[in-house]
């Protein structure tokens, strides 16, 4: 599908998520996508294979929300633009009658990216720079959701399987705090409250509006920490 190169540029760097269109196949069968940002500085054909390899292994592995709905889709056309400053974008799409729709598959993507100031405050309380290349913070949006509420484990597979082809060992934490009507100071305490991690950076992902099964309302962070040492 010559369409999804229009959705692969450097501007879309960080932009990680559905793409949606309004165009159909000549047959008319809607079409549908998905982009997303990985370390890619190489534009060999070797490189960029194995950069949009690793990205569809990564939304198709065992338990990923868009497994399903990659394995319907009868077609799928992707485009890379890789030395976007060390990163490459990736944008694929699919088309095909029993293919769905990624925003139906995953949702919308509730957590959010840390504001400027939030990142301040994390770096204080956690001592690790924040990543400015948002490749963990990234990471986290994807793991990061309202579930965490009923769990005091997470196995941070998504996160743990990208960055482990990109040669990154990581660790995944995250926390819930009762929203009294400001987020802030419950993403303070969560962030607080997460135990000491020997890493370089860290990226995180807030839900403010979490809501329990009673109606309370809940505020979930989940962060990524990458570790010194490299696979």
């Not at 165009?23 to 294979?49: K, L, M």
Request: proline share 4%.
């Amino acid at each position: 599908m010559d369409l999804s190169g229009h959705y692969a540029n450097c501007e879309y760097v960080g932009r990680d998520g559905p793409v949606t269109l309004s165009q159909v196949t000549p047959d008319g069968a809607r079409i549908t996508g998905y982009r997303t940002t990985v370390n890619g500085g190489e534009s060999h054909v070797s490189a960029v294979n194995s950069y949009i390899r690793n990205a569809i292994d990564g939304w198709s592995y065992y338990g990923s929300p868009l497994n399903s709905y990659i394995s319907s889709s009868d077609t799928v056309g992707c485009s890379i633009r890789p030395a976007c400053r060390n990163q490459a974008v990736i944008a694929c799409l699919f088309s095909g009658s029993s293919g769905g729709n990624p925003n139906e598959e995953i949702g919308e993507q509730k957590a959010l990216a840390f504001t400027p100031k939030q990142y301040e405050k994390t770096e204080k309380v956690t001592h690790r720079n924040w990543d400015g290349s948002h490749f963990l913070e990234n990471l986290s949006g994807f793991e990061t959701e309202c579930s965490m509420l009923t769990t005091d484990t997470w196995s941070f597979p998504y996160a743990s399987l990208i960055a482990k082809q990109e040669g990154i060992r990581i660790t995944g934490l995250f926390g819930k705090s009762r929203n009294l009507g400001e987020t802030e100071p419950a993403m303070l305490k969560i962030v607080k409250s997460m135990k000491k991690v020997q890493a370089k950076q860290v990226g995180c992902s807030i839900i403010p509006d979490c809501e329990d099964e009673n109606g309370q309302m809940w505020v979930v962070v989940g962060c990524i920490f990458e570790e010194n040492s490299r696979f």
